[in-house]
């Protein structure tokens, strides 16, 4: 290849100097075929190709190769051909006896040419875009998956970003309801792909079968939904970046923080200060931009949409309500009776008619098992004999005083005592643990070892009264002896020495 100078210096000796295409090419030791071609051209013009490549060895399968490649456009990208696998079926099916080389350059041309040419989009006022995406955290010092919501406002480029433990619906509605909170306003639509937390079936038509969750979110805020086709993500292409952006801007390192209301806080502040930014093609910040969505979004309801799953099922005969793969706890009067369970992102709420019943920290592990042990304090006082071995008891734990209240009633009351010792327990189920244990602490000091004392105690802490314990009613109490006064005594004081 002749370089640029070469072209220059051979056109200006040929054109300004008066030298003939023979001096030419004996002066600068060249072809006098080469000089008229520079003269043809101010820059080398590059090898051209005037005739189709030759492939004597490969002509004959490129129609084969070309029908693979074609199927497999309608199969998943993980389960297409490589070169290599096409490579081996020519050789061990068709009689292929060329290199592996020439297969290959051949499928890198024809994928090349048959790649998709996109559209550059306009972006209006008032729309978003909504994915989840994936990442590593350490939550409570334990490292696991998180899944993150981000839903872009594409014309402004503002972003929300709101990590969860898992991509679920009710998690789904959450994060639309903190997002239109964030930004002050509902988007007029949003566009999704075909997620199954929006989309329960695509019909032949095309139209989607919206879930009933996505429904009730929908006509509570009333936004238009728009999907990509599937398997398309440059559909949603803003969206599809600002997920990838927020897992290598956000949480790069690794976040670490001690509860997921921690980090989303994180998030969220991490979500404004980009807002201070000024993107590439753009003279305005992204603030300044998103006063455009802002006055294009639509108001906010009156309330938020109450974002979680709600199911109809029957409490089991151990008084606990299966959701999700997990057991929960209810009192156990609740048993075998019809309730509803409400799952949220971080509670589970369990009701009977309008009445909650119970309440739990939800569990993203599988087939676990939560309990209230005051939920079964009840059935223990009926059932004594099974106190030790409950299993809703187990690594409940309790101030030391409660250990030394039973042990004293058990001393003195027998079988009667443990029972006894549950009924101070049950106090749980009206008052505080921390007004309950004081009680508890009091009947220690004053002796008073018995439920009706821990009671009164309890009453009188919250009333604010002294405390009358009648021994008649409490015979545990230790007597005091009082002796009746006589004179001869008081005398014996005046006549004694002092030291």
Same mark, same amino acid.
């Given at each position: 290849m002749y370089t640029v100078d070469l072209y220059r210096r051979v056109r200006l000796a040929c054109h300004h100097e008066g030298l003939s295409q023979r001096e030419a090419a004996k002066v600068f030791g060249i072809d006098r075929r080469t000089v008229s071609k520079i003269l043809l051209h101010s820059v080398p013009p590059g090898y051209r190709r005037t005739k189709p490549i030759r492939r004597p060895k490969l002509g004959p399968f490129t129609a084969i190769i070309d029908q693979i490649l074609e199927e497999d456009r309608t199969r998943p990208k993980k389960q297409r051909h490589t070169a290599k696998r096409i490579f081996e079926r020519l050789r061990a099916e068709y009689g292929f006896e060329g290199g592996y080389t020439i297969v290959k350059d051949y499928i890198c041309e024809v994928r090349?040419? +048959? &790649?998709?040419?996109?559209?550059?989009?306009h972006h209006t006022p008032g729309h978003a875009q909504a994915d989840f995406g994936e990442a590593l955290a350490v939550i409570g010092g334990v490292e696991r998956k998180i899944h993150f919501l981000v839903?872009?406002?594409?014309?402004s480029d503002a972003v929300f970003v709101k990590a969860y433990p898992r991509e679920t619906s009710e998690a789904f509605s959450d994060g639309?309801?903190?997002?239109?909170?964030?930004?002050?306003?509902?988007?007029?639509?949003?566009?999704?792909?075909?997620?199954k937390l929006a989309v329960a079936r695509i019909l032949s038509d095309g +139209? &989607?079968?919206?879930?009933?969750m996505f429904c009730a979110l929908q006509s509570h805020y009333l936004f238009k939904d728009r999907f990509g086709r599937p398997a398309k993500g440059n559909d949603k292409g803003k969206v599809e970046g600002m997920v990838g952006y927020a897992r290598r801007n956000f949480m790069v390192p690794m976040p670490r923080f001690e509860s997921f209301d921690a980090l989303n806080a994180d998030l969220a502040n991490q979500c404004l200060q980009r807002q201070t930014a000024i993107l590439r093609g753009h003279k305005r910040t992204i603030a300044e931009r998103f006063a455009d969505d802002v006055a294009a979004l639509s108001a906010l309801p009156q309330y938020p949409f109450e974002a979680c799953e709600t199911q109809s099922t029957r409490v089991s005969s151990l008084s606990m309500v299966r959701y999700r793969g997990n057991d929960y706890s209810v009192p156990v009067a609740y048993g075998h009776r019809e309730?509803?369970?409400r799952g949220y992102v971080e509670t589970v709420v369990i009701c009977a008619g309008s009445e909650e019943i119970a309440r739990h920290q939800r569990s993203y592990e599988r087939e676990d098992m939560i309990f209230d042990p005051i939920h079964y304090l009840p059935l223990l006082e009926k059932k004594i004999g099974a106190f030790d071995q409950a299993a809703p008891l187990q690594g409940w734990v309790l101030p030391d005083d409660f250990?030394?209240?039973?042990?004293?009633?058990e001393v003195r009351m027998g079988k009667a005592g443990k029972r006894e010792y549950?009924?101070?327990?049950?106090?749980?189920?009206t008052f505080e643990v921390e007004v309950v244990h004081r009680a508890v602490r009091d009947a220690l000091y004053l002796g008073a070892i018995g439920y009706d004392a821990v009671k009164h105690l309890v009453l009188c802490r919250i009333e604010r009264r002294p405390p009358k314990l009648d021994l008649d009613v409490y015979p545990y109490l230790p007597r005091a002896t009082v002796h009746t006064t006589r004179p001869s005594a008081y005398m014996s004081l005046l006549g004694s020495t002092g030291p």
């Open positions: 090349r040419h +048959t &790649r998709e040419v996109f559209v550059p989009l839903v872009d406002l594409p014309h639309h309801v903190a997002a239109f909170a964030f930004f002050s306003g509902v988007p007029q639509s949003i566009l999704y792909d075909n997620t +139209t &989607r079968q919206r879930t009933q309730i509803v369970v250990a030394t209240l039973r042990r004293l009633l549950v009924q101070v327990l049950r106090l749980f189920e």
